[in-house]
Nanobody
């Protein structure tokens, strides 16, 4: 059974940085795609970033490109999301997700592509 556990969220001020972590257990993330999504109250879940472990390829949402970096630690079976210059509109619950079967690059941005999800970590950015 695959488990994903996020951490690193918190309350910060606009302009601050945070690094979120997602630790996987039950299966190595090698060969997977691992994504970060976020969901604010009353809004749909939104793609943030994804990493394709085989090639190390990364993909970012246009809304956050330039402010975020997704990375991995193979030995720790962990994926990270570094977020800089945070804005109040970045306030959301951030979720980590993983899938070992996927199709096109566009599908990496779609929540139904992912089979396993963490419970999320809250990020609150005050103005």
């Amino acid at each position: 059974q695959v488990q994903l556990v996020e951490s690193g969220g918190g309350l910060v001020q606009a302009g601050d940085s945070l690094r979120l972590s997602c630790v996987a257990s039950g299966r190595t993330l090698s060969g997977s795609i691992t994504g970060w999504f976020r969901q604010a109250p009353g809004k749909e879940r939104e793609f943030v970033a994804a990493l394709r472990w085989v090639a190390g390829s990364t993909y970012y949402a246009d809304s956050m490109k330039g402010r975020i970096t997704i990375s991995r630690d193979v030995a720790a079976n962990t994926v990270y999301l570094q977020m800089n210059r945070l804005r109040p509109e970045d306030t959301s619950v951030y979720y980590c997700a993983a899938a070992w079967s996927y199709g096109s690059r566009s599908q990496m941005k779609e929540a139904p592509t992912y089979d396993y999800w963490g419970r999320g970590t809250q990020v609150t950015v005050s103005s």
